[in-house]
């Protein structure tokens, strides 16, 4: 059975903890232009209204019996939330229909956040959804991810030139010139602990050595970087670091290319 739970946000006042747990709180509808909020439209009302509603979709009174439907829909939500049975078959059908008609009405609904971030961003908003599978997923593919990110730093740390590079890459406050290989891998494990992602991101760039080049270049005074900007001599190479890398790659840019490299390997000695 896939669940939600429809939470409240909590609010801080002189009132003690008690007295707010117990407030009856509900989401009510509301107008959108003439008509009130509707959760489901058009076919897909009339098959889950139908069994709700006391006449048929083909009723002359089924307009205004589904706009008083809609009108008249509310939910409470106690202190701990109320939970809605969202479960629906390989058809799409609904176990429960009204619980995922007010699911459905939800979503739309201004009041409510899809998730607690979207509901703490806007100040309007006074509910959100807590979905127990999407969280489950979510977390999952944190897992995933940082399991991927495990496997390629144990790929990259037997490689000391590709520590050196992504470390220059990933971190503007290390000088990898000027550490030992213990110490790039320390700092390259700590990075890749602290946002698993990021590490994964570079550790698979396909121009990682590109960017490694570049940065080690703006290290050493070859290109000059203002804002976004990489500057060689006088001219703008790129507005930002994608489009250097485009200038790198374009062959008719060979000359000044390998101008600033030659540059490079002197300020290495």
Known sequence: MRKVIIRRKEVFNHLPKEIRAGAKVRIGSHYVGRQPLKGVEGEEAKKLLKDIIDVPPNHQ?????????????????????????????????????????????????????????????????????????????????????????????????????????????????????????????????????????????FATDKDLELKSEIAEMVEKDVIRKIGNQHIYEDETIGENLADTIIYFKNKKNSGAVNAMRARLKEAKV
């Open 61 to 201: 009174d089924w307009p205004k019996l589904e706009k008083e439907f809609w009108a008249s829909l509310y939910i409470k939500v106690p202190f701990e939330g109320v939970e809605l049975n969202v479960t629906t078959d390989e058809d799409g059908n609904p176990e429960n229909p009204l619980d995922y008609i007010k699911y459905k009405w939800c979503l739309k609904h201004r009041l409510v956040g899809v998730t607690k971030e979207e509901m703490n961003q806007d100040g309007r908003k006074r509910f959100y959804i807590y979905d127990p599978q999407k969280d489950l997923l979510k977390k999952n593919t944190l897992v995933k991810v940082s399991k991927e990110a495990d496997k390629e730093f144990i790929k990259i740390s037997s490689k000391s030139d590709q520590m050196k590079m992504l470390l220059r890459v990933l971190s503007k406050d290390s000088n990898p010139d000027r550490m030992t290989e213990m110490e790039i891998e320390n700092a390259l494990y700590e990075i890749k602990n602290q946002n698993p992602a990021r590490f994964l991101k």
